[in-house]
């Protein structure tokens, strides 16, 4: 498989804000076009298709031709794999929190 093809790592494709910032905006939307996307950035519209295609790369977004422009959608689906390593640590700061709600307690 060459490296054009290959699978981004959903943890890289979330590492930048311009990229989580374009995961919500699509969150909220069923598809969006990319100049509307654009809209919402201090940078150009090759710079949120760079972005974009990092996504897609990760599969978090897919994406269609209508006509000249390009609708993009969110696909939670890879999330589930940021989730689900969270929610170990989602336990760890649970259990630091009791601890310390009964240290609190005692004083």
Do not use: C
């Not at 990319?34 to 201090?42: G, K």
């Not at 969270?86 to 310390?100: D, I, P, T």
């Amino acid at each position: 498989m060459n490296s054009t093809h290959q699978r981004r790592d959903v943890f890289i494709a979330i590492a930048d804000p311009t990229r989580r910032k374009l995961i919500r905006l699509l969150a909220d939307e069923e598809e969006v076009p990319l100049h509307e996307l654009t809209e919402q950035f201090q940078i150009g519209r090759t710079a949120v298709s760079k972005h974009l295609a990092i996504l897609k790369e990760a599969n978090l977004v897919t994406n269609r031709k209508l006509g000249r422009e390009t609708r993009y959608r969110l696909n939670a689906g890879p999330l589930q794999e940021v989730k689900d390593w969270l929610s170990f640590y989602e336990k760890f700061w649970n259990e630091r929190a009791m601890v310390l709600k009964t240290i609190l307690e005692e004083e």
